[in-house]
Nanobody
Framework: QVQLVESGGGLVQPGGSLRLSCAAS????????MNWYRQAPGRERELVAG???????HYADSVKGRFTISRDNAKNVVYLQMNSLKPEDTAVYYC????????WGQGTQVTVSS
């Protein structure tokens, strides 16, 4: 079992930045993958960014160049740095890990609005 706790969401103006954190209840060093998903009202959950144990990262086209995923193995935390935020980034953001079993956090709301 892995418990995940997200934090860092909130209300931000367009063009602003936020950093989301996902703290895991145990070592993330051997996790196959750590991902960030988001779900906007009325839409399906979508993969935003992912990080594999081998160090590779991948991003949805809509966030490339604006979002950065990173992990701190010593602190068992994965981050999502979000810059140049747009109103269409508004969603609940979820942390997901694959151990290879899949675990989810409870989500954190990000609202981009003036």
């Amino acid at each position: 079992q892995v418990q995940l706790v997200e934090s860092g969401g909130g209300l931000v103006q367009p063009g602003g930045s936020l950093r989301l954190s996902c703290a895991a209840s145990r070592s993330i060093f051997t996790f196959n993958a750590m991902n960030w998903y988001r779900q906007a009202p009325g839409r399906e959950r979508e993969l935003v960014a992912g990080s594999t144990s081998g160090g590779s990262t991948h991003y949805a086209d809509s966030v490339k160049g604006r979002f950065t995923i990173s992990r701190d193995n010593a602190k068992n935390v994965v981050y999502l740095q979000m810059n140049s935020l747009k109103p269409e980034d508004t969603a609940v953001y979820y942390c997901n890990v694959v151990t290879p079993f899949s675990f989810w956090g409870q989500g954190t709301q990000v609202t981009v609005s003036s």
